[in-house]
């Protein structure tokens, strides 16, 4: 699954306002499979930006360098 880095933040939000622009003239032009589409891409880009915005959240960890085992 691809995980958005939280920088990314920002351009999610400008793809959500487009596609919303988009939605809008949609809807004025009854594009019915149009709004559809969108709709569901809405919904995938606001599943991402929760994924993102919680990782945000989440400290680094360090797991160091590996090792081979000593017999």
Known sequence: MLQ??????PRLAELQKDLLLR??????????????????????????????SRLTGRPVVDL???RPRSQ
């Open 64 to 66: 160091g360098l590996p």
């Open 23 to 52: 939605r809008k003239k949609a809807e004025e032009e009854q594009w019915l499979g149009e709004i559809d589409g969108i709709d569901l891409t809405l919904t995938f880009l606001r599943t991402k930006q929760a994924e993102a």
């Open 4 to 9: 958005i880095n939280p920088k990314m933040l």
